[in-house]
């Protein structure tokens, strides 16, 4: 905690009411005497009520938050009415968040940060089996699957994070989410059809046919995710599914027969 507080803390000038509930901001005590350093035997110890304090009120806010912006979206969301949910001034938010997109970001970025990694990651190994790199495997649909598999279980675990995305996003800057991670994919994708292209002899497929092909791989979850709240019955979607994109893809890399 900054020194300052800390400094009213043993100056007696701030005070934490035994009647405020959790989340509870110190109190300055303007002229008053009233010193709290017996309710607080330490500095450590002042400090660690404040930050769990803390914590607790931003873990309250963000709740909140998230019920606000499922009810009423983004552009409909209130910042008054997330506040008044968590039961915490305006001024409190503010001391956590910049504003309402900075919010919005504390609940969305974390999943979509786990699924960027875990999709890098699958192409990457993927790229590896093409290039035969040591402890690379061998290229097969099981990988596939297994990446499927993974990513489909971090959506359904934050399923409500993605309907915010996908259903509740508009007016803010995440509500093009879907071309930004075709952007990210397409890269990816490229470098896995230079090299297989390459092994095979075979042409490149061009630019927009990987775009497309990017497209629909990430509107299958997106179609899944809005229709299908089960997770393992997605699963089985997605594994029929998976099974065609697949037969697709490597079908555009077959020698073209007179």
Not at 183 to 191: L, S, V
Request: net charge negative; proline share 4%.
């Amino acid at each position: 905690m900054c020194p300052c507080v800390e400094n009213a803390y043993w100056n007696g000038t701030i005070d934490l009411p035994p009647s405020v509930g959790e989340g509870a901001i110190p109190i300055m005590r303007g002229g008053d005497t009233h010193n709290a350093r017996g309710r607080y035997p330490s500095v450590e110890g002042f400090r660690r009520q404040i930050m769990n304090n803390e914590h607790e009120t931003k873990e309250r806010l963000l709740e909140c938050a998230r019920a606000e912006f499922l009810e009423k979206g983004y552009q409909g969301a209130s910042l008054r009415g997330i506040c008044k949910k968590a039961g915490v001034t305006t001024g409190a938010l503010y001391f956590f968040f910049k504003d309402k997109e900075d919010l919005f970001d504390a609940i969305v970025e974390p999943t979509l940060e786990k699924v960027k990694a875990m999709s890098m990651q699958h192409v990457n190994q993927e790229l590896m089996a093409l290039q035969n790199l040591p402890g690379a495997e061998e290229d097969d649909m099981h990988d596939d699957r297994n990446a499927t598999e993974q990513i489909l279980h971090v959506l359904y675990s934050d399923y409500d994070i993605c309907q915010l995305l996908l259903t509740k996003s508009q007016g803010s800057k995440y509500e093009n989410c879907l071309d930004t991670f075709v952007d990210i994919f397409e890269t990816g994708q490229k470098a896995l059809a230079v090299e297989q292209a390459k092994q095979l002899g075979v042409p490149v497929p061009d630019d927009y046919t990987l775009h497309w092909v990017i497209h629909i791989q990430l509107d299958a979850y997106v179609h899944v995710l809005l229709h299908e709240p089960d997770e393992q019955k997605a699963l089985s979607h997605m594994d029929n599914v998976l099974t065609y994109l697949l037969s697709g893809w490597q079908a555009l890399f077959r020698k073209k027969t007179e």
